[in-house]
């Protein structure tokens, strides 16, 4: 069983930085994925984000793409999210899963192990 935890969130106005952070024992075995899920929506059946357990290969959604990083310390059993040049349409509450076999799949129903979230809200 993993035990994800996400931390990073908050206020931010747009234009703004905020970096999430999922950290679990073991978590360096497995791929990683940020989902989101905005006000009233449900939850996205696609990444925002995905890096293979190694790190070596990611993937990221088209409206993220050129504003958010994914990264992660193996060592840290740590993976990152940096978003930059926030939109107020970025708000919603951020889920990172993990994946077991250390592919970046990109989909929801690929996802082993799901953290409970860390909200983000973009606003003036």
């Known amino acids: 069983q993993l035990h994800l935890v996400e931390s990073g969130g908050g206020l931010v106005q747009p234009g703004g930085s905020l970096r999430l952070s999922c950290t679990a024992p073991?978590?360096?075995?497995?791929?990683v994925g940020w989902f989101r899920q905005a006000p009233g929506k449900e939850r996205e059946g696609v990444s925002v984000s995905c890096i293979s357990s190694s790190g070596e290969y990611t993937n990221y959604e088209d409206s993220v793409k050129g504003r958010f990083t994914i990264s992660r310390d193996n060592a840290k059993n740590t993976v990152y999210l940096q978003m930059n040049s926030l939109k107020p349409e970025d708000t919603a509450v951020y889920y990172c899963?993990?994946?077991?076999?250390?592919?970046?799949?990109?989909?929801?129903?690929?996802?082993?192990?799901w953290g409970k979230g860390a909200l983000v809200t973009v606003s003036s």
């Open positions: 073991g978590l360096d075995y497995y791929a």
């Open positions: 899963a993990a994946e077991g076999t250390g592919y970046y799949w990109s989909g929801a129903i690929r996802m082993d192990y």
